[in-house]
């Protein structure tokens, strides 16, 4: 059986193993993968020019060291000029697993958290004309703003409420956990079939309608009801 390695077994330090607060705890959730699936609510997926029909649902990745915990500050990246928010519902897993049944599926779930996952529209749009994946416009650094994780335990598992975010005072997007294409067992039932889930997995739900760019100075606000809040400023 092979040991574990030690720290003198690298040739050069290992990167810190990226993680997230847990809201009432001194302990940390260690993140392994990103998740996000792509156009989860009608009106969203009609903004982007795409039919809102219950079509199978699609996934990306962000890398986990692209988080930002429990908010701060987020850097404006550089080679785009046309950055957007996209805030989240998060699901944090506690158990991993494959072709997870849809009715068993909440027995995943750790926690949940808010997040946005902010989008190079620019660099992303011109990787869909030419047919290449999306890396560049979603899985560049601090891509990824999340909250504490709020333990299911403690809150339930949310299928309602409201999902805001404010930029500015200003209300950008709105709409309701309730109008989710796929509900969170369903993602997480499609997705287990493609991927061997793992504790510590993060899955991005899908954004409301109201996407829009942001720029340098910009305070942006987001709650979803009955979970959590997060508060960046775009620097």
Not at 164 to 181: H, T
Not at 224 to 231: H, K, Q, W
Request: charged fraction near 25%; aromatic fraction near 8%; charge should be negative.
């Amino acid at each position: 059986m092979k040991q574990q390695a030690s720290a003198g077994d690298y040739i050069f330090p290992p990167q810190p193993q990226p993680s997230l607060p847990i809201q009432g705890s001194a302990r940390l959730l260690p993140v392994h993968r990103i998740y996000c699936v792509g156009r989860n609510y009608a009106e969203h997926a009609i903004e982007m020019g795409h039919d809102p029909k219950r079509e199978p649902p699609f996934f990306f990745q962000k890398n986990p060291d692209t988080l930002v915990p429990d908010g701060g500050r987020f850097p404006y990246p550089g080679r785009s000029n046309d950055v957007h928010h996209e805030f989240e519902l998060v699901v944090a897993l506690g158990q991993g697993g494959k072709d997870i049944k849809t009715g068993d599926a909440l027995d995943h779930i750790f926690g949940y958290a808010v997040g946005l996952d902010m989008t190079r529209r620019d660099l992303q749009g011109e990787a869909k004309k030419l047919g290449r994946p999306w890396e560049v416009g979603k899985a560049f650094e601090h891509a990824a703003p999340c909250s504490a994780v709020h333990p299911a335990a403690e809150i339930g598992h949310p299928a309602k409420g409201a999902i805001w975010l404010d930029v500015n005072g200003e209300r950008r997007q709105s709409g309701d956990l309730a109008q989710l294409i796929w509900s969170i067992p369903e993602v997480i039932t499609h997705l287990s079939a493609l991927f061997e889930l793992k504790p510590g997995d993060l899955i991005f739900t899908g954004t409301p309608a109201g996407v829009g760019p942001v720029k340098r100075g910009d305070r942006l606000h987001g709650a979803v009801e009955g979970v959590g809040e997060l508060r960046i400023e775009v620097v």
